[in-house]
């Protein structure tokens, strides 16, 4: 049982509005249990034992999410380890983030299912940031499009397979990006909607007819919109001109002014709802990394003059971001886009996305996952259900 706690004198973003000079109480069972003005806060009775908390003025917004993640601080998934899964979601907690899915890259398929068991074997043992489950990153991907992904792993469609990383994930798979192209990609999206997994498309050089085939059977998402899939052209507005034009189609982002100019973000969320826009950060291995060799997947890493991991031997090849998702965070931001419509995309969309039912959100009974932000968006503290598990308050 948690110790209940009251934070008061807060700027509380629940996901759908901004709320000022309000309260927000947790219960013993790290439950959102209400969340009021502060003018009715003395009308309230709480447990003898609560803690009040004055977080003079600062943000309150549901915990972070990052729902596309390779590594961090040294630790990555495919270092097919309980141990390195852990030691993302420690290092992870220290930059806002309550909860995570480790991404899996394509790789040989018995490497794909070490990196799954070792997924799983650390869930429920984290002391940071919760694992809610497994993002495979293909294997079903184009091979005109694999750009970081390990080109020996790259399958044509295979429902076998399928079913074999499905098993091997114990329930606990979530979403796979696929090539929507590819031929078969019908049968195994119709099984993957059985499954109840979400299908991403993603490395994908696909027509705009392709994507509308896609989506017709439940390829109804996009992995790193704009990055690794058919650009627009205007004889054929590819993947990147499908996900545009298809209002109910979700999307990735990744916003860290390198892999997308901040132009081209701005455009998206004029053209889409913000509600079918994922900010995630692709972040690798070496992320935050302090010491030893930088790799990513196996190869050598290095930063790019624009902050983004490349390949030491090919520099041109882009390897993925070292974004922290309360960077994105600041700096879509400082893009003008508001407080409200960039917590949807950094807590609230994914939550619901991949069916997440009490999270992503500040509104009672919910779990309380809760990032602390000053009015500078520094970040302050962390609760994951109801725990204050990092604490800069003053």
């Known amino acids: 049982m948690n110790t209940p706690i009251v934070l008061t004198n807060s700027t509380i973003i629940t996901g759908f509005a901004q709320l000022e000079n309000c309260a927000l109480a947790i219960d013993e069972n790290g439950l959102i249990s209400d969340i009021f003005n502060m003018n009715r806060l003395e009308q309230k009775s709480f447990p ?3 803690i009040r908390i004055d977080l003079q003025g600062d ?3 549901p915990g972070l999410f990052d729902s596309h993640i390779h ?3 040294g630790y990555g998934t495919e270092d097919c380890s309980v141990d390195s899964i852990l030691g993302m979601s420690e290092r ?3 930059y806002g983030v309550s909860s995570f899915m480790p991404t899996i890259y394509t790789n040989l398929p018995e490497d794909m299912v070490r990196a799954e068991k070792a997924i799983i074997g650390a869930m429920g043992k984290e002391k940071g940031a919760r694992i809610m489950g497994i993002n495979l990153e293909g294997p079903f991907i184009s091979p005109e ?3 970081a992904q390990n080109p020996e792993g790259v399958q044509p469609v295979n429902c076998e397979l399928f079913e074999r990383l499905v098993k091997a994930g114990e329930g606990h798979v979530i979403c796979m990006t696929v090539a929507p192209e590819l031929k078969g990609m019908r049968e195994l999206a119709l099984l993957a909607r059985r499954e ?3 299908l991403l498309a993603g490395h994908t050089n696909a027509t705009y007819e392709n994507m509308v085939e896609g989506i017709q059977c439940g390829i109804l998402h996009a992995t790193h919109m704009f990055n690794a899939m058919s650009p627009l052209h205007h004889r054929n507005p590819g993947a990147v001109g499908a996900v545009l034009i298809e209002q109910n189609m979700d999307c990735e982002i990744i916003c860290d002014g390198v892999h997308v100019h901040p132009e081209l973000v701005k455009l998206l969320l004029r053209e889409k709802p913000v509600s079918h826009v994922v900010m995630i950060t692709d972040a690798l291995k070496p992320t935050k990394q302090t010491s030893g060799k930088l790799e990513a997947n196996g190869i050598e890493a290095t930063m790019s003059p624009q902050g983004a ?3 030491a031997k090919n520099p ?9 998702l309360l960077k994105a965070l600041k700096n879509v931001v400082s893009w003008g886009v508001s407080m409200q419509d960039v917590v949807q995309m950094t807590s609230t969309n994914p939550a619901r996305i991949y069916g997440f039912r009490n999270q992503g959100m500040l509104i009672p009974d919910y779990r309380a996952d809760l990032t602390i932000l000053d009015k500078e968006l520094q970040f302050k503290g962390l609760f994951v259900g109801g725990k204050l598990i990092r604490d800069r308050l003053d």
Do not use: R
């Open 92 to 94: 992870l907690a220290d």
């Open 309 to 311: 991991w490349v390949s």
């Open 71 to 73: 590594g961090f601080g």
């Open 145 to 147: 499009k694999i750009n």
């Open 196 to 198: 109840n997994i979400v």
């Open 316 to 324: 041109d090849l882009l390897l993925g971001s070292a974004l922290t």
């Open 59 to 61: 943000y309150i917004i």
């Open 48 to 50: 003898s034992n609560t």
